[in-house]
């Protein structure tokens, strides 16, 4: 029988599994932890990384009450719990606090969940956010291609952005502009309708970075984007280059979405656009949880603190105060694609080939630089099934590897680092694929 505190670890997305061991690894061996993961039809790898898995969906109506009743029996034993999916950001926090933990509010928890109830809110206080420089763009929730065209007729001059109000990973994100196709647009947009799709104002700020962190703890990432149609990402980047005053506007606005979304003591990474002179922001979207594209794990390379043990500790109360985020080197996450629209498996590399590290090799010769300032920190396919794949990615599940790297030294720029080696890498992979397949000699 299983005694001593109870860690609740409220669903995930599966890309993210190895973060969660991590979190279930030190909240064991740091707070002695019992571990029980809730998800809807939790695999045999849940219940790997958990002492124990409850099936059960977050998006369910009743998933508080439920979750409540089969918890019941030990209540006194829990003693921390973390929401760690977007599906999970309302209805986690609910359960948790039925449950007697301490959390984040879960009445403006719908912000972070829901693109449009976010936009709702900052409407509301339009006035205040206006005077602090932020910008609030004009949105409405769709529901037809007629409603579609009068959105686009209010806008016609500066264009707009249509996209799912739920999804995540810049799936059915389209940028339209003057003169495009609303028929093709509002096709993209078709497979989303029932869950809800929004337009909103086309934000005419380029730079684009995250304010990330947990509780009190915060730091700037550096967005790269795709231009034209898809502005998926391409690269984050951390530490982010900014001037000090370019530092005041993106907290200030970070914190306010902070305020908007009811996050406190738990993790933000708040989506935030730049003007270009400095001093004008807008949120593209909050989020209650930590950042995708290993950024955390980019925080712990730059930064030297781990993130997602922090965050344990904050869930049971111990976390210890820190002192200012101060970088010891450059780190990137880089997405990479391919380099002709085809179909994908990465068992289409050839045996033996390695793509990626070539294409780091490269780039560091191509900058000059020597043994030990680019360093691969990991490296991973994105998916082991075969797949038709886009050379100019629509979203993120359109790239096929994703490449992560740590920069020492000031010889070169992470950021032209990250062009330079996503060339590099496209070059690679395709010697890869068009490389012999060695022969199997018999003995």
């Not at 101060?326 to 793509?355: E, I, K, Q």
């Not at 990250?418 to 018999?442: F, H, I, K, Q």
Request: aromatic share 8%; proline share 5%.
């Amino acid at each position: 029988m299983m005694t001593g505190p109870i860690l609740i670890i409220v669903d995930y997305n599966l890309s993210r599994i190895d973060e969660v061991r991590h979190l279930q690894e030190y909240a064991r061996e740091r707070h002695s932890a019992t571990v029980i993961l809730i998800r809807a039809d939790p695999t045999e790898t849940d219940h790997a990384i958990a002492d124990e898995v409850i099936d059960l969906d977050p998006l369910s109506d009743d998933f508080a009450e439920l979750g409540e009743k089969l918890l019941a029996d030990r209540r006194e034993r829990i003693k921390a719990g973390i929401v760690f999916s977007d599906n999970a950001v309302r209805s986690g926090v609910e359960l948790l606090e039925r449950l007697g933990v301490a959390v984040d509010s879960p009445h403006l928890a719908e912000g972070a969940f829901s693109k449009h109830s976010y936009r709702l809110g900052e409407s509301r206080v339009a006035d205040l956010l206006t005077a602090q420089g932020i910008m609030v763009p004009a949105f409405a929730k769709i529901s037809s291609f007629e409603e579609l065209s009068v959105f686009a007729r209010d806008h016609a001059e500066e264009g707009f952005v249509v996209k799912p109000a739920v999804e995540g990973n810049n799936r059915g994100v389209v940028a339209v502009r003057p003169g495009d196709d609303l028929t093709a647009a509002f096709a993209e947009v078709l497979p989303y309708l029932d869950s809800g799709v929004i337009c909103e104002e086309f934000i005419p700020y380029r730079r684009e970075y995250s304010f990330d962190g947990l509780g009190s703890l915060e730091f700037l990432t550096e967005k790269i984007s795709a231009r034209g149609r898809y502005p998926v990402e391409i690269a984050q980047v951390l530490p982010a280059a900014v001037d000090e005053y370019e530092l005041v506007t993106l907290k200030r606005t970070g914190r306010q979405a902070n305020l908007l979304v009811g996050q406190r003591n738990g993790p933000f990474h708040n989506e935030i656009k730049l003007s270009d002179d400095g001093l004008s922001a807008a949120i593209v979207e909050p989020n209650r949880r930590p950042a995708g594209m290993k950024i955390w794990s980019m925080a712990r390379w730059v930064y030297g603190i781990d993130l997602h043990h922090r965050w344990v500790d904050t869930a049971f109360g111990t976390a210890a105060n820190t002192g200012q985020l101060v970088p010891r080197c450059s780190a990137a996450t880089v997405m990479l694609g391919v380099g002709s629209d085809r179909s994908f498996s990465p068992d289409d590399v050839a045996v033996g080939a390695n793509p990626f590290a070539e294409a780091v090799q490269a780039t560091a010769e191509w900058f000059g630089l020597g043994e030990g300032e680019l360093t691969i920190m990991e490296f991973s396919w994105l998916s082991p099934a075969r797949r038709e794949l886009h050379a100019v990615a629509r979203d993120n599940a359109d790239f096929a590897a994703q490449g992560c790297v740590v920069l020492h030294g000031d010889r070169a720029d992470i950021r032209t680092v990250v062009y330079a080696l996503r060339e590099a890498w496209s070059d690679a992979l395709d010697r890869a694929l068009n490389a012999p397949t060695p022969v199997r000699r018999g003995l």
